[in-house]
């Protein structure tokens, strides 16, 4: 709940909206990411800023009509679907990854197993979830 406590101490929600988000969490076993956004207490861009910030990952505010679709192809469909990822720029052999969970365990080791299989290095931003549609 780290990225709910920082919204609380930077005042960006109240104290009631806090323990109403907290009830949801438990309640539901969604993402604080997800009730937040739902409730429509933060926008989408700044929640994802913070949470750059929380977790020191660039975060990057990405274009998905923007990117070449060789470029989408290097992860596969159900891998950025399942762990809410996909590439957005290759230089070489490096690849900038967007993750909407960069913290998720399983999420890593997929893109290290698909970094491995395709033979490419990457670097991970954090991304939107509205950015990954």
Do not use: W
């Amino acid at each position: 709940m780290k990225l709910l406590n920082e919204l609380l101490s930077q005042g960006l929600i109240s104290e009631e909206s806090g323990k109403e988000i907290e009830r949801e969490l438990k309640k539901s076993g969604r993402t604080e990411e997800e009730v937040i956004l739902e409730k429509k207490l933060v926008a989408e861009n700044s929640l994802f800023e913070l949470k750059g910030r929380i977790l020191s990952f660039p975060f990057r505010d990405i274009k998905p009509d923007q990117i070449p679709s060789d470029i989408l192809e290097l992860v596969p469909e159900e891998a950025s679907v399942n762990y809410k990822m996909a590439p957005f720029a290759k230089f070489e052999n490096f690849v900038e990854i967007g993750m909407v969970y960069p913290e998720d365990i399983a999420a890593q080791n997929a893109l290290r197993f698909l970094a491995n299989q395709e033979k490419f290095r990457y670097r991970v931003y954090l991304i939107t979830p509205g950015s990954l549609e």
